[in-house]
């Protein structure tokens, strides 16, 4: 990881916090010297953002934007089913997916696309039904030439 490139954004990121980017600052340096120390003895290492990279196995980190918004440790697949569904590998993708439920509850009364719908029949299944549509027709027609003048 480039430390000045990281520490030109978290500058600006917090430029109108100065206690905070002044600690920020501190702590970069402090990264570069540990970095530096362990170099010069034959280590050389690099930095990776974020949370440390999960295995696939158990146990692992799950977030919720709610209930683990800095993780929740579980020790396994049975766990994570028993905690209930909103539960992401990454903070990222668990903001994205409340998001995303957020935007769209209640739009035109759709409340989650995963359910079936079911469309209705729209067939006639006897003359009666043919000659009801056909005499509400007809009554919506002269309706409309009563309001038109014609």
Do not use: C
């Amino acid at each position: 990881m480039n430390l000045s490139a990281l520490r030109t954004r978290l500058a600006a990121l917090h430029h109108h916090e100065p206690q905070i980017a002044m600690s920020v600052e501190h702590a970069i340096r402090e990264l570069e010297s540990g970095l530096g120390t362990l170099a010069k003895y034959g280590h050389p290492m690099h930095l990776d953002e974020g949370h440390e990279v999960q295995s696939l196995g158990w146990p692992r980190l799950l977030f919720h934007v709610d209930s683990a918004p800095n993780g929740r440790l579980v020790n396994s697949e049975w766990d994570a089913r028993d905690l209930g569904p909103d539960w992401w590998p990454t903070l990222a993708e668990a903001q994205h997916a409340d998001g995303v439920k957020t935007q769209f509850a209640g739009r035109g009364g759709v409340q989650g696309r995963s359910l079936p719908v079911v469309i209705p029949q729209t067939e006639l299944h006897s003359e009666d039904d043919a000659e009801r549509v056909a005499r509400m027709i007809e009554e919506w027609k002269e309706l409309r030439s009563q309001r038109d003048g014609t």
